[in-house]
């Protein structure tokens, strides 16, 4: 299948929470604002930055899980963002799938694997009990699992095990676009390994589009077609993973890609060490929202914000060095 | 058996001898959590300890603090402090007056070792009013010129603020600034960067470095991030399944690693040159303590083990420049190592 189309759009994507800040006092929290992202069939998007700045709420909304305040979500380009009822509501909810970081959290811990895995087939009444249980061994296979492992319950496994739980859940309705956020965040390298090795077996087997969501820099280069950086809710550039990794363009990616470790881990590089903190994320100041840590602020960015704008083909950073 | 009275400028400043550490309790009474761990620790230097989890990395920093977990006690072997102080043998009471003062430690969750309910500013004048009986004007004063060393704006109100008022970056500041308040010797830093950004990491290994070179600080670095141990140490251990498989310079163990289990992990690191082939990973799992049979405790996992290995232990052997591995792979090569194991 040529990569071409986009699969999934998002267009303008805000979302806002309101934050109580005194007993008669609430402001708006802008987690996301005015994210446009595009994935394209068969291929993996990457979101990274730091923590709290936005991922996994972008993450949701591209998964429906949570309805954004603004903007539209497009699913092979149709606005599937209000689809409320009926049939598209239950296709979507079968082709889009979200795998959480520490899929335990999610799970029944009473329950067995195995009706952890039918559960999803049950409820969208996809197959009858035997036909369930085949599924369920054959996913379990396909997760690198032997079938003796539906009759075990959460607790006896291991991060690792869980993590392909998790996965073989998302993965037993057949979705197209699955968003997984910080999948392999909580384990060790040598797990890691496993896992990231098993999500790209399973991309090409079956086809998917993933959206793939970490702070990890090696695993994103390794995941990703494309990454696109986020700094408090915002896309700050957006590139294919080699211009990226190779030609950072915006300040805070720079900083980003400094530490990047070299295949030789001893060699020494030099590394960007940003000054300052984050700003209060419900007093984000006017103008660029990476002022405060910029060796590069000058008048224009405490006043202006920037906005996205392409500097090379496919590559685009928001930034006033660059306009 | 050295002199436990050794002059100290020649002691290490932190000197574990095999220790052991046990399981009390009646279904797991007699399995070692940690076996025969053997390391030291030379003034103004840092010591890496790597190892995924589960392997007894927090254990044994917990063991120098007297911080052990109630169901585990130390089953032999010695830890001394300056050649002087046996940490071993040390009542509660006593080991109190060390921790915080002589030795400090940082961890991964400022949370859990801040106090919610109290200020910054209490908790950390608090350390110094005790350790050091400084009055309360002068630990003020310290601590303001604490926070501002550490990097945090505004110290002086930061003092009247509370714990949960700040973000990650800067409660790991402020844990840094309390435990480095008493300059203590020896800083034990239990993955202090884990759970913040790569930025901010960044940030704290920088402000560890410079205390490490302002007060001659010694550091034990514990963390599962090769990235970050090659950049911060001296020297690095591996720890497996309770006990130290590899040790050596941090070149010596990246260039040449001896071990097959540290050859494994650096090679299933994704760098980004092997993004487009399948990452090397280790097949199977850290055993548990119920699960270590008498040989070597890597056998279940290694591709290159043999009868021997699953039912004789292999002992830490020394070879060139001190660089020791756990391995009879190694023992027969006589350390002589260079392709990928
Ligand atoms: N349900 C919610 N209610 C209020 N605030 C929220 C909610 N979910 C997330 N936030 C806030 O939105 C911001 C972005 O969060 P998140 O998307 O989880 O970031 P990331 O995944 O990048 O760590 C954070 O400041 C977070 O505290
Ligand atoms: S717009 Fe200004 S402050 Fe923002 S990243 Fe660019 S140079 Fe720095
Ligand atoms: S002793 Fe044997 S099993 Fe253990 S690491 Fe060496 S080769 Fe592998
Ligand atoms: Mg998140």
Redesign the pocket.
């Known amino acids: 299948m040529p990569p071409s189309e986009p699969l999934v759009e998002l267009n303008g994507i805000t979302k806002s929470y309101a934050k109580p800040v005194s007993l008669f006092k609430r402001q708006t929290l802008r987690a996301v604002d005015g994210v446009s992202l595009s994935v394209r069939q068969g291929e993996t998007l990457g979101l990274v930055g730091e923590s709290g700045c936005g991922k996994s709420t972008t993450g949701q909304i591209a998964a429906r899980l949570l309805a954004p305040s603004g903007g539209k979500l497009l699913y092979r380009g149709e606005d599937v963002t209000g689809a409320g009822a009926g049939a598209l509501r239950r296709a979507l909810r079968r082709r889009i799938q979200y795998v959480f970081q520490d899929p335990f959290t999610s799970l029944n811990p009473r329950f067995p694997i195995g009706r952890l895995l039918g559960e999803p087939l049950k409820i969208n009444r996809l197959c009858g009990r035997k036909e369930r249980q085949l599924r369920v061994g054959e996913m379990l296979e396909t997760i690198g699992l032997d079938a003796s492992y539906a009759k075990r319950y959460p607790h006896e496994l291991s991060g690792g095990q869980r993590q392909r739980i998790g996965i073989a859940r998302a993965l037993i309705l057949n979705p197209e676009f699955v968003v997984l956020d910080e999948p392999v965040s909580a384990l060790d390298v040598s797990v890691q390994a496993q896992i990231l090795n098993l999500l790209k077996k399973l991309q090409r087997e079956f086809s998917l589009t993933y959206l793939f969501i970490s702070h990890d820099l090696n695993v994103i280069h390794y995941m990703s077609d494309k990454v696109a950086v986020m700094y408090l809710g915002k896309i700050v550039e957006t590139a294919d993973v080699d211009s990226l990794y190779s030609r950072p363009l ?3 990616t720079q900083a980003l890609m400094s530490f990047v470790p070299a295949d030789d881990l001893r060699a020494k590089r030099e590394k960007i060490i940003l000054k300052g903190d984050l700003p209060n994320p419900l007093a984000i100041p006017a103008g ?1 929202p ?2 405060t840590r ?1 060796a ?3 008048e ?2 405490l006043s202006a914000a ?1 906005s996205l704008k392409e500097a090379s083909p496919g590559h685009s950073v928001s ?3 660059y306009a | 058996m050295r002199e436990a009275a050794a002059i100290a400028t020649e002691a290490s400043l932190l000197d574990i001898r095999n220790l052991q550490i046990r399981l009390r309790r009646t279904r797991g009474a007699g399995l070692s959590v940690l076996d025969g761990v053997s390391l030291t620790v030379e003034r103004g230097e840092t010591i890496g300890i790597v190892g995924e989890s589960g392997c007894g990395k927090s254990v044994l920093s917990l063991s120098i603090l007297g911080l052990l977990p109630s169901a585990m006690r130390i089953g032999g072997g010695e830890i001394w402090y300056e050649g002087r102080h046996p940490l071993h043998t040390m009542t509660d009471r006593d080991i109190r007056a060390f921790r915080g003062k002589e030795i400090a430690m940082i961890f991964q969750d400022p949370m859990s070792s801040l106090n919610h309910g109290l200020t910054i500013g209490y908790q950390i004048t608090e350390t110094l009013r005790l350790h050091l009986g400084y009055s309360r004007k002068e630990a003020r004063e310290r601590a303001v010129w604490l926070l501002r060393k550490v990097g945090l704006p505004r110290p002086e109100s930061l003092l009247r603020e509370y714990p949960h008022q700040l973000s990650g970056g800067m409660r790991q500041r402020v844990m840094i600034a309390i435990a480095v308040s008493c300059n203590p010797g020896l800083l034990i830093a239990d993955e202090p960067t884990t759970a913040l950004d790569v930025t901010i990491q960044a940030q704290i290994l920088d402000l560890m470095r410079q205390i490490r070179e302002e007060d001659g600080t010694s550091i034990l670095l514990i963390s599962h991030d090769f990235g970050v141990i090659a950049d911060m140490c001296d020297r690095v251990l591996v720890m497996y399944a309770g006990q130290i498989v590899e040790s050596g310079t941090v070149d010596d163990l990246f260039e040449r690693p001896l071990h097959p289990y540290t050859a494994g992990l650096l090679r299933s690191i994704p760098t980004p040159a092997k993004k487009n082939s399948p990452l090397y990973s280790i097949e199977g799992h850290v055993p548990a303590l119920h699960e270590r049979g008498a040989g070597c405790r890597f056998a279940s996992r290694c591709a290159h083990a043999t009868e021997r290995c699953r039912t004789e232990q292999p002992e830490l052997v020394a070879y060139r420049g001190g660089h020791a591995a756990r391995c009879f792979l190694a023992e027969a090569e006589g350390g002589n190592r260079h392709a990928a194991v």
């Open positions: 915006h300040p805070y660029c990476f002022q910029c590069h602020v000058h224009r960015c920037p930034c006033h060095l």
